[in-house]
């Protein structure tokens, strides 16, 4: 019996002893597992890393070569806006100026601006030598293109240079100052005077200028064709408006100044063609303006 009880003992040893040893075992297995899955999390943090750390140089590579691509496209428009100035000519100047000259005018100035006159056509005098109230008020009305001067008009040259003064501080547009048959009454350069055209012998239409371009049959380089325009005040205005049709951008009228523009305006006022055609008209003779004001 007694030997029994120490087998029965012995066997409750070996189980508990195998049960530590199974304890031990699943333990070092967990410790494995946690080692390995431990490793496993470092392995895919460095990964995830590399591949953040990749992303963002490449992210950086991307945007040097935007950036690098936007220099170089900078720099190209930067050319070709120098290379566009470059070939922005003094003509292109002259035409801008002229655009502007016109842009604000309504269409009763843009008509007047076709007509030259004298200054006593436009002021109703019989022998003008100074510019006052009446031509301020004459011009406001009658916006002209210019005004026509003779040897009459010139006491001395002071009084003739203050009245051009005077006429050009009146008119709110540019005029064309010119003289007619009476060069020998100044003694100096006519530019000086502020003149800048000459018509001599008018009965054949042979023009020339001071510092315009020469004037041959009332043709300047820049296109610029006058006429002088003479009738009974009835017909002034369809004998305007055929010359003007026919090429002529400046009308001049001696006398009945006034009748003629009235004339002109009716007939193209609301006509969208020929407001279309005074337009090149002020166009060709602004060109000559502007280009003259700047020699």
């Known amino acids: 019996m007694a030997k029994k009880k120490t087998t029965a003992r012995m066997s409750g040893r070996e189980r508990r002893r195998k049960r ?11 410790l494995v597992l946690f080692i390995v899955a431990v490793a496993a999390g470092i392995f895919f943090a460095g990964k995830f890393v590399t591949g953040w750390i990749s992303d963002k140089r490449h992210e950086k590579q991307m945007q040097e070569e935007m950036e690098e691509m936007s220099k170089t496209d900078q720099a190209e428009r930067e050319t070709e806006e120098t290379q566009a100035d470059l070939a922005y000519t003094e003509d292109d100047l002259v035409t801008d100026m002229a655009e502007a000259s016109i842009a604000g005018m309504p269409i009763e100035d843009r008509v007047a601006g076709l007509f030259l006159t004298t200054p006593e056509a436009l002021t109703d005098v019989d022998n003008a030598v100074r510019a006052g109230d009446s031509t301020k008020a004459a011009l406001a009305q009658y916006p002209i293109g210019g005004l026509v001067y003779k040897g009459s008009n010139i006491q001395d040259t ?3 240079t203050k009245m051009l003064t005077d006429t050009i501080s009146a008119s709110k547009y540019q005029l064309f100052l010119i003289l007619e048959n009476g060069a020998e009454a100044l003694p100096e350069d006519l530019s000086v005077y502020g003149i800048n055209m000459e018509f001599a012998d008018q009965g054949n239409a042979s023009f020339r200028t001071v510092t315009l371009p020469s004037l041959q049959n009332g043709r300047t380089e820049e296109g610029l064709v006058t006429v002088l325009i003479e009738g009974e005040e009835e017909g002034l205005a369809d004998a305007c408006l055929e010359a003007w049709q026919n090429g002529a951008n400046l009308l001049y009228v001696k006398e009945g100044i006034r009748a003629a523009y009235a004339g002109m305006l009716e007939k193209i006022q609301g006509n969208a063609e020929l407001e279309a055609q005074v337009e090149e008209s002020l166009m060709t003779i602004y060109r000559v303006k502007c280009g003259s004001s700047r020699d």
């Open 20 to 30: 530590r040893v199974r304890n031990q075992i699943l333990a070092y297995i967990t």
């Open 158 to 160: 002071d009084q003739f």
